[in-house]
């Protein structure tokens, strides 16, 4: 993040804008509707800044700008065309710890002026660092047939409404509740009809249909890309009181929940577990039972070996609500962003998920049934089996040369994509990091083809040593 968004409370306050032409004006005119009091400078100005200065909205200096116009100044913005002006203005703000504006000219600005759609109270603002305004404005422009023109009105009722619900529902979690029904119900939509007195006479009845029962959302964040959420999924998120992810969830995705939400990691990794599944399921209970939004967030599909299943016989046993939220699997997703389809007329008519989370000892795969081929078998959690896996699948009749493809991190950034043949299985996984999907069949050489995330190329592979890996970070 390049610039940190603040709104600043500029009411009353001394701002200074150096510039007479067009871009000076809307520059002040920004500043006084904001309700800044404002000084321009400039020797000469628009017919506007004149019956601005004649209606004392502003106050204009008829004189070139010197660095003392700064004194006791909270901002200024600096709109010439002199760049040498436009640079002093700058100089003579960083020397006095004033915050500056260069129009059009970021280098020289301590703070940059964003576009902005207004429903006051409402305000959104939305800055590029100055790097592509026009795509700033392009944003605005969509937003702005979004946003509703009466959701100022709906923020300003509901400030008016505060202290009365905070004497009828006493928690928090309650009152976010209520805003939540009111902000999509009838109330919104009184509103927007023009209705106040409707409008209010519904935040009254709400106060006493908030129930402040508690529930858990068991939500699939799919492979990584959060492009990849569902709708639900990300509405959700943005509702809860508290998070309970394992690692395997994208910092990126983590990104989007609620920002006041509280976030605990359950994550598990092969040979340490850092929260059991005991204390896991406990945490569900316990956040739920006290009333609070709970979404616990797995990567991929909660329902495909992820002991989603498990916790939500848990939560029932408990008289917990909740409700699931499907995620595209990593089989699903990390393999279209690798160019390799599960299934194809010319080389697989089936495809088969399994887990190489195994026991050598207590191995009760039909390894006979995943060897056949013309199918496509996809490996979740298999790197420190690859070996095993390997054998199993030579030794009951897969053809050793196979294509076999390894994708790391797959769908993100990062993602690496390792190519070999089956006899090369275990070597091929040697340094590959989790979380990693191992794909067997036919379909892996479709890649060469297929690929289009990222700048992709695939190379043959030579040795089983000198596997082909393609970096798409």
């Not at 600096?78 to 760049?83: E, H, I, L, R, V």
């Not at 009722?157 to 529902?169: P, Q």
């Not at 316990?286 to 979404?295: I, P």
């Not at 389809?341 to 989370?357: C, K, V």
Request: aromatic letters at 6%; proline letters at 4%.
């Amino acid at each position: 993040m390049d610039y940190l968004p603040i709104f600043a409370k500029l009411e009353g306050r001394a701002c200074l804008v150096v510039g007479g032409g067009e871009v000076a004006w809307r520059k002040a005119r920004m500043l006084m509707k904001a309700g800044a009091s404002v000084t321009l400078v400039s020797p000469e100005a628009d017919k506007d800044v004149q019956e601005a200065a004649d209606n004392r909205e502003l106050v204009w200096l008829k004189e070139s700008f010197r660095p003392e116009h700064l004194d006791s100044v909270f901002l200024a913005i600096a709109a010439t065309d002199n760049p040498l002006v436009n640079e002093l203005v700058s100089k003579a703000a960083d020397a006095r710890r004033v915050l500056a504006n260069v129009v059009d000219d970021t280098p020289k600005c301590s703070f940059i002026v964003p576009s902005i759609v207004d429903r006051s109270p409402i305000v959104i603002a939305i800055s590029s660092a100055g790097k592509a305004p026009v795509l700033a404005r392009l944003l605005r422009e969509k937003l702005e047939s979004l946003v509703p023109s009466h959701v100022g009105r709906m923020a300003t009722l509901a400030g008016e409404f505060r202290d009365t619900l905070k004497e009828k529902v006493t928690t928090l979690t309650g009152r976010r509740k209520f805003w939540e029904m009111a902000f999509d119900g009838r109330f919104a939509s009184l509103v927007a009809a023009g209705d106040e007195k409707g409008a209010k006479d519904e935040l009254e009845k709400l106060t006493s249909g908030v129930s402040l029962q508690g529930e858990v959302a068991l939500i699939g964040a799919g492979p990584g890309d959060p492009g990849l959420l569902t709708l639900r999924a990300l509405q959700l998120m943005q509702q809860a009181d508290v998070v309970l992810y394992d690692y395997l969830v994208s910092d990126e995705i983590m990104e989007l929940c609620r920002r006041d939400a509280e976030l605990i990691c359950v994550g598990k990794r092969a040979s340490f577990h850092s929260v059991s599944q005991e204390e896991t399921n406990a945490m569900l209970v316990e956040h739920a039972l006290k009333g609070k939004r709970v979404v616990r967030l797995k990567g991929g599909d909660p329902f495909m070996f992820g002991r989603g299943g498990e916790e939500l016989q848990v939560l029932h046993e408990a008289g917990v609500p909740f409700q699931v939220v499907p995620g595209i699997t990593a089989a699903a997703g990390a393999t279209a962003y690798a160019g390799i389809p599960l299934t194809h007329r010319d080389y697989a008519q089936t495809a088969m998920f399994i887990t190489g989370h195994l026991k050598k000892e207590d191995d009760s795969f039909r390894w006979a049934t995943l060897a056949r081929g013309r199918q496509t078998l996809v490996i979740y959690m298999g790197l420190m089996k690859s070996g095993h896996i390997q054998q199993q699948l030579i030794q009951h009749g897969r053809d050793p040369q196979t294509p076999v493809a390894i994708i790391e991190n797959g769908t993100r950034a990062d993602q690496k994509i390792y190519k070999g043949k089956l006899n090369e299985l275990e070597s091929l996984a040697e340094g590959v990091g989790s979380p990693a999907l191992i794909v067997v069949g036919e379909v892996v050489q479709l890649a060469d083809q297929l690929s289009w995330f990222g700048k992709q190329s695939f190379e043959t592979v030579g040795e089983a040593h000198t596997p082909s890996v393609v970096n798409l970070g």
